[in-house]
């Protein structure tokens, strides 16, 4: 299955099973959740014309060229007294326009002669430095839509507008679950055969960035009874994210419990790494089994998994932004998957981590980025692809 085919049928799946219950929360505590109304403007922004410069304000209209008397002194915060005709305002950055001035000269190009008065070197002209009423909202418009992802730049947004608290979707919960009979805890010793569990912490972090209640349900051994237990217990999560025993292996309990007590859907997608993804019900609750190499888990929870969260959260634009690059390495041999090399930019160019191997971790750390190498491509030197960064991913 091509990876954009999974894609869709995900999304399409998240559509059908959105989490809609929605909570009033802090603008503080709105980092990483989404907007659950659209955020309206209450009052223009700026509220009121201002200026933009330290400088004098004046009536261009009522102006002929001579030095004019300061009238009065016009502080960020203070509330203006009308410009008295004939004269100019001493007006700082951020200070309210007196009514009846329509311009500010930077104090640049400003001289106070010895009588206290100021004459203007330059050409004036209407509007000058003056940021408008209005100019970057006006009161009743969408500043943000529903369903927007709340980041430090929307909360700053919120916070201009006046919003003290936000209605955003509840957080989804979702249950991990890290199978696999080699697998052991970081901070206990390894014996023979064993391994320690990265995709945990790997995705329960990744989690808590995209604004999940996690619920880590820990290490599960490759059993059937001990499978069908686990999930039973996640009865009341809104997904559970498991990784490891998805191969068509001999180990694949995740599979047979779905099959008997839900439905499965293995898939065998054209990615590389992370070809065999499960998407299934357990009693009604969402299961996506993701496969239990760590470059695999990233991959695949990276382009499908965190989309499919996304849009069950309401979020339009789901999919990490790329840009073309050349690249900076050959590929020789077309794949019959679309491969997701880890890479860094160099001089403007992709390279590669010298080993792409699916059990590599180390190979994501090294890297800025996905570089995506199209099915049945070969690539020579400066050819161009398309680079995913994973800031985009973990974001
Ligand atoms: P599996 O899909 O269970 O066959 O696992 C594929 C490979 O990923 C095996 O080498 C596993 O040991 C490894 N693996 C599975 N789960 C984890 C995990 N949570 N952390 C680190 N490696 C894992
Ligand atoms: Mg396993």
């Known amino acids: 299955m091509p990876v954009e085919d999974a894609l869709a049928r995900l999304l399409a799946l998240a559509e059908g099973a959105p989490i809609s219950t929605c909570e009033r929360v802090a603008l503080a505590e709105a980092d990483g959740r989404v907007l659950a109304e659209p955020l309206v403007a209450g009052l223009d922004l700026p509220p009121w014309d201002n200026s933009a410069m330290d400088g004098y304000a004046l009536c261009l209209a009522d102006w002929q060229g001579e030095p004019l008397p300061v009238s009065q002194r016009v502080l960020a915060g203070s509330a203006p007294q009308p410009l008295q005709p004939g004269t100019c305002a001493r007006i700082f950055t951020g200070a309210p326009l007196p009514a009846g001035a329509d311009l500010v000269e930077m104090q640049e190009n400003a001289e106070v002669l010895a009588d206290g008065r100021v004459r203007f070197l330059e050409p004036l002209k209407t509007g000058q430095n003056v940021r408008p009423r209005g ?7 969408t500043v943000l839509p529903a369903g927007t992802r709340l980041g430090p730049i929307e909360m700053g947004l919120c916070a201009s507008l006046g ?27 390894l014996g023979p055969g064993q391994i320690y569990n990265s995709n945990r912490s790997l995705l329960i972090a990744w989690l808590k960035r995209l604004g999940c209640a996690v619920l880590d349900a820990g290490i599960l051994a490759d059993d059937l009874e001990l499978t069908r237990k686990a999930l039973a217990e996640l009865a009341d999560v809104d997904l559970i994210l498991s990784t490891g025993g998805v191969s068509v292996g001999e180990a694949d309990f995740l599979g047979v419990a779905l099959r008997e007590e839900g439905e ?3 898939w065998k997608l054209a990615i590389k790494p992370g070809k065999p993804l499960t998407f299934g019900h357990f009693r009604g609750v969402p299961v996506i089994g993701l496969p239990g190499n760590p470059a695999s888990t990233l991959v695949t929870f990276g382009l499908l998994a965190r989309p499919y969260l996304l849009r069950r959260l309401g979020v339009e634009e789901v999919q990490p932004l790329g840009f073309a690059v050349p690249a900076g390495f050959t590929w020789r041999k077309p794949g019959n998957r679309r491969e997701y090399l880890r890479a860094r ?37 400066g050819d161009t692809l398309r680079f995913i960064p994973l800031s985009e991913l973990q974001a």
């Not at 100019?135 to 418009?141: F, L, M, N, S």
């Not at 979707?169 to 052991?184: H, N, Q």
């Not at 191997?357 to 690539?379: D, F, I, K, P, Q």
């Open 163 to 189: 919003a003290a608290e936000l209605v955003v979707r509840r957080r989804p919960v979702v249950a991990v679950i890290s199978t696999g009979d080699e697998l052991v805890p970081p901070g206990q010793p």
């Open 345 to 381: 930019l160099e001089n403007g160019r992709a390279v590669i981590y010298p080993n792409q191997s699916s059990g590599v971790l180390r190979s994501a750390a090294w890297a800025e980025g996905l570089v995506e190498v199209l099915e049945g491509t070969t690539l020579a030197e």
């Open 135 to 141: 100019q970057e909202t006006r009161t009743g418009e």
């Open 264 to 266: 499965l859907a293995l």
